[in-house]
């Protein structure tokens, strides 16, 4: 038992400290966490900013949505006519999103069930989109229904 304690001593003697290369490893090994750390820091970051712009995209939509719902209905064949023209009417963008670069696009709306001899009501299709700096972020669908002689 003796020689076994003399010989860790002597084990112990010979070392003066850390060597050049296991200093390297230990950098190299803290680098590399480093570099995985901030990889997953700036993921996450960029994660939080898509979110952040779908949740502005998707309250931009509703709001049009609704709006939409509550303005007079125009026939698609009576869209864009006129003097002055008729159109669905878009919301107004809050400041903190328009200087986001946020717009609202409405396209002419399409006929799905066209007026006949039933009846003069047709049903239309309207899309909106919602984009951000000319990119569309998101796009929503509304279908209406209503008289063809409005």
């Given at each position: 038992m003796r020689q076994l304690e003399k010989k860790r001593i002597r084990?112990?003697?010979?070392?003066?400290?850390?060597s050049l290369m296991e200093t390297v490893v230990a950098l190299a090994i803290l680098g590399i966490v480093g570099v995985a750390f901030l990889n997953a820091l700036s993921t996450s970051s960029k994660a939080v900013i898509m979110s952040q712009q779908n949740v502005a995209a998707e309250s931009l939509a509703k709001s049009q949505v609704e709006y939409i719902k509550?303005?007079?209905?125009?026939?698609?064949a009576k869209y864009g006519t006129g003097s002055p023209p008729k159109y669905y009417q878009t919301i107004a963008i809050p400041a903190d999103l328009a200087s986001h670069?946020?717009?609202?696009?409405?396209?002419?709306?399409?006929t799905i069930i066209p007026p006949n001899e039933t009846g003069p009501f047709e049903l239309q299709h309207i899309?909106?989109?919602i984009k951000c700096n000319g990119?569309?972020?998101?796009?929503?669908?509304?279908?209406?229904?209503?008289?063809?002689?409005?």
């Open positions: 084990l112990f003697k010979r070392q003066r400290g850390i509550t303005q007079n209905y125009i026939p698609v670069g946020y717009s609202i696009e409405i396209n002419p709306p399409e899309k909106v989109v990119q569309g972020v998101l796009t929503v669908s509304v279908y209406r229904c209503g008289s063809s002689t409005s």
